[in-house]
């Protein structure tokens, strides 16, 4: 798929092997949000703010958390708030901050979103041994 056949060596290979399949993925993800009206970043918001649940939390704290740290916070957070998955109020301690909870619709976007886990975690065709061996891979390269 990648259409390239030669490499400089199997480090090269593998490293534009994860790319391209990070990207397979990041576009697989798109999809299967897509059908619940968010994004992939969205996602990541919400999930972060259930974990929070229902304490708040500030949009720095979330920027800090998010897997995607490129993310524009401030305007998924709005996007979010007009589609009222997410509440943000004013911080009293501090006027130029907002303490952001999740909604009980942003609740139950992913209520519905985690009985579809598994289409979205099996789009690997991995094993769960292979998962397992992937994900340690992975972590081990990250040193």
């Not at 720095?60 to 996007?79: A, Q, Y």
């Not at 289409?119 to 041994?129: A, K, Q, S």
Request: proline fraction near 2%; charged fraction near 30%.
């Amino acid at each position: 798929e990648i259409k390239q056949s030669k490499f400089k060596d199997p480090f090269q290979k593998a490293v534009i092997n994860l790319i391209f399949t990070a990207n397979w993925l990041h576009s697989k993800h798109q999809g299967f949000f897509k059908a619940a009206g968010i994004t992939v970043q969205q996602f990541n918001i919400l999930r972060i703010l259930k974990g929070q649940y229902p304490k708040s939390i500030s949009a720095t704290e979330i920027k800090s958390r998010m897997l995607d740290k490129n993310s524009d916070v401030s305007r998924l957070l709005d996007r979010l708030v007009v589609k009222k998955l997410v509440n943000r109020q004013v911080c009293p301690n501090d006027k130029r901050a907002a303490d952001i909870t999740i909604t009980e619709e942003g609740i139950a976007i992913l209520a519905t979103l985690d009985k579809r886990q598994a289409e979205i975690d099996g789009v690997l065709n991995l094993t769960e041994e292979d998962a397992k061996t992937l994900s340690d891979l992975l972590d081990k390269s990250r040193g």
